[in-house]
């Protein structure tokens, strides 16, 4: 099997940043004989758990299936698009889900923000284990909250592919190149949108 050279993915930086957020990074290649261990799954979600949330309110929720499992391909049916050809060769996948409201029903007006730092807390763990994530926002909102009977408050806004890099060739060419592209960012100076 041919991998992708993981050095020629490392992000370029202007300044050294930690090794584990200089190397991530979304690969749709997933090896389709890896497995994630029971282990390793809690300590990803050990991960999201611990993030920072708006006065400690812990928004978001996950439901997890390893690949071969019935969560798996109830969260699998529901992935959008070119997202179900690549994504089922993953070892498992992530559904993130946002409370939107609190016990007394009141807003949580940053619980999609708490979400992401759950799911980057996620993403950050599965590299220091040697896995790879790939977060996708085309899933099938409503028939997710369907699938897994959630109430309106309970939001399915991502799905997470967690594995190990594959073999791009199974790609299709257009995202196979993708997976060995540089990869590029706006430059710094066009984000900082001020600074001393
Ligand atoms: C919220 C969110 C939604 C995304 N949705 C998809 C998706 O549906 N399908 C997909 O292939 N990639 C998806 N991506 C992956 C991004 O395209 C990818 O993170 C971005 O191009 C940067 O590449 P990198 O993660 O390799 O640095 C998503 C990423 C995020 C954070």
Redesign the pocket.
């Given at each position: 099997m041919t991998t992708t050279d993981l050095d020629d993915r490392r992000a370029e930086t202007t300044a050294p940043i930690e090794e584990l957020l200089a190397m991530r990074?979304?690969p749709?290649a997933f090896d389709p004989t890896a497995e994630v261990t029971d282990e390793q799954l809690t300590s990803l979600l050990e991960a999201a758990r611990w993030a920072a949330s708006a006065q400690n309110s812990q928004p978001a929720r996950f439901i997890a299936g390893r690949r071969g499992t019935t969560t798996f391909d109830r969260i699998e049916r529901h992935l959008m698009g070119?997202?179900r050809a690549w994504a089922p060769n993953a070892s498992a996948l992530v559904l993130a889900v946002v409370s939107t409201e609190d016990a007394e029903g009141r807003t949580l007006r940053w619980a999609e923000y708490d979400t992401g730092q759950a799911m980057a807390n996620l993403a950050v763990q599965a590299h220091a284990l040697g896995l790879h994530v790939?977060?996708?926002?085309?899933i099938e909102v409503a028939a997710l909250q369907a699938e897994f009977d959630l109430p309106q408050q309970l939001v399915p806004i991502?799905a997470t592919a967690v594995g190990t890099i594959g073999d791009p060739v199974t790609l299709p060419e257009r995202y196979r190149e993708r997976e060995t592209a540089p990869?590029t960012r706006r430059p710094l100076d066009e984000l900082v949108l001020a600074r001393d």
């Open positions: 990074w979304s749709r070119f997202n790939h977060p996708m926002g085309g991502t990869r």
